[in-house]
């Protein structure tokens, strides 16, 4: 279970490598905003905990998207909606692990760029205000504040962030915070980007983490089923551990995928590895994606449909807590 002091991370939280997976589901369909549960979007079913749980993953990246959270700006949050995200967290705390509850918006409500004229940092301040009096009192749920924002601005996006994080803090909740980054919050690009700026972020608990995504196809845009060569795939990731030392803080690799053939599972291999031996600054990974609603995503960890594992899978359960020393 996740280690906690009230001013920050404790020795044994620092020990503690946190391995897992994005379950995509209740982010589907943003375009049908609400739309219908069950068939629009849907909620990861017990089978998935338990999968991942027993392959040895004590962590879920759980998307969610804001509009269905709280279907109003300013107002209170959707009754229905925090029932099946905490039922989702109750499942996950039951084996032991971790929920990152991931609003997975890009740095919009309904399209409108948080900033501008239509959706305020006041706004985004209070939806996270409002979910910290709500989880303050589950530290087994991590807040990832926000997924690949799209300001045009690492400033103005880090005021946002400060803002989001004074308001979490002020509703009692010191629950781990995952701060990202503009420029698709990619890794390799984090250190100039976003560093200077988000380096100045404050956080009165000290449980700030910094959350970046990368993938190893040829423009790290994760659409593609080949990757570079293993030095150039890790060589994506070593700005950011630098900076990450350099800063003092940590880090969370929230996102990456590889396809199935013989390279990119090398590639998955080395990546795996090297953030196991730079744990002192990265405090683990969540793999994207699995789900049901996946089918032969080729990026995908879900089982296949006769059960069986996948390529990807096989290769991160050498990693796993259940296969370690």
Same mark, same amino acid.
């Given at each position: 279970?996740?280690?906690?002091?009230?001013?920050?991370?404790?020795?044994?939280?620092?020990?503690?490598? %946190?391995? !897992?997976?994005?379950?995509?589901?209740?982010?589907? $369909?943003?375009?049908?905003?609400?739309?219908? %549960?069950?068939?629009?979007?849907?909620?990861?079913?017990?089978?998935?905990?338990?999968?991942?749980?027993?392959?040895?993953?004590?962590?879920?990246? *759980?998307?969610?998207?804001?509009?269905?959270?709280? #279907?109003?700006?300013?107002?209170?949050?959707?009754?229905?909606?925090?029932?099946?995200? *905490?039922?989702?967290? @109750?499942?996950?705390?039951?084996?032991?692990?971790?929920?990152?509850?991931?609003?997975?918006?890009?740095? =919009? %409500?309904?399209?409108?760029? +948080? !900033?501008?004229?239509?959706?305020?940092?006041? @706004?985004? &301040?209070?939806?996270?205000?409002?979910?910290?009096?709500?989880?303050?009192?589950?530290?087994?749920?991590?807040?990832?504040?926000?997924?690949?924002?799209?300001?045009?601005? /690492?400033?103005?996006?880090? @005021?946002?962030?400060?803002?989001?994080?004074? !308001? +979490?803090?002020?509703?009692?909740?010191?629950?781990?915070?995952?701060?990202?980054?503009?420029?698709?919050?990619?890794?390799?690009?984090?250190?100039?980007?976003?560093?200077?700026?988000?380096?100045?972020?404050?956080? #009165?608990?000290?449980?700030?983490?910094?959350?970046?995504?990368?993938?190893?196809? &040829?423009?790290?845009?994760? =659409? $593609? /089923?080949?990757?570079?060569?293993?030095?150039?795939?890790?060589?994506? *990731?070593? $700005?950011?551990?630098?900076?990450?030392?350099?800063?003092?803080?940590? !880090?969370?690799?929230?996102?990456?995928?590889?396809?199935?053939?013989?390279?990119?599972? @090398?590639?998955?291999?080395?990546?795996?590895?090297?953030? /196991?031996?730079?744990? $002192?600054?990265? =405090?683990?990974?969540?793999?994207?994606?699995?789900?049901?609603?996946?089918?032969? %995503?080729?990026?995908?960890?879900?089982?296949?449909?006769?059960?069986?594992?996948? #390529?990807?899978?096989?290769?991160?359960?050498?990693?796993?807590?259940?296969?370690?020393?």
């Amino acid at each position: 279970m996740l280690a906690l002091s009230v001013v920050g991370w404790t020795t044994a939280a620092q020990a503690q490598e %946190y391995k !897992g997976v994005n379950l995509a589901g209740a982010a589907y $369909s943003s375009n049908r905003i609400p739309g219908r %549960y069950g068939y629009d979007y849907l909620f990861p079913k017990p089978g998935e905990v338990t999968y991942f749980h027993d392959k040895g993953m004590n962590i879920f990246r *759980l998307s969610v998207l804001w509009e269905r959270l709280q #279907p109003t700006p300013g107002a209170a949050l959707d009754a229905d909606h925090m029932k099946r995200i *905490l039922a989702f967290a @109750d499942q996950v705390r039951a084996v032991g692990g971790i929920v990152i509850l991931d609003v997975h918006d890009y740095g =919009r %409500y309904r399209g409108n760029l +948080i !900033g501008g004229d239509t959706v305020s940092a006041d @706004d985004f &301040r209070d939806l996270w205000t409002r979910l910290g009096a709500t989880l303050h009192d589950r530290h087994d749920i991590w807040f990832g504040l926000m997924n690949e924002p799209q300001q045009q601005s /690492a400033r103005q996006w880090r @005021d946002i962030t400060q803002q989001a994080i004074l !308001g +979490i803090r002020s509703a009692g909740a010191r629950n781990p915070i995952l701060v990202s980054g503009i420029g698709w919050d990619s890794a390799h690009g984090f250190a100039t980007q976003n560093g200077p700026d988000m380096a100045a972020l404050k956080d #009165p608990a000290h449980a700030l983490i910094f959350e970046v995504h990368e993938y190893f196809d &040829r423009d790290s845009s994760g =659409r $593609s /089923a080949e990757c570079v060569p293993a030095d150039q795939a890790i060589g994506r *990731l070593t $700005s950011f551990t630098a900076w990450l030392h350099q800063t003092g803080n940590v !880090g969370f690799l929230g996102e990456f995928g590889v396809g199935r053939n013989a390279a990119c599972l @090398d590639v998955l291999e080395k990546v795996a590895a090297y953030l /196991a031996v730079n744990q $002192s600054v990265w =405090r683990g990974w969540t793999y994207w994606a699995a789900g049901p609603l996946w089918g032969e %995503y080729m990026y995908t960890l879900e089982p296949t449909r006769d059960g069986q594992d996948r #390529p990807q899978m096989q290769v991160l359960e050498r990693h796993l807590n259940h296969h370690e020393g």
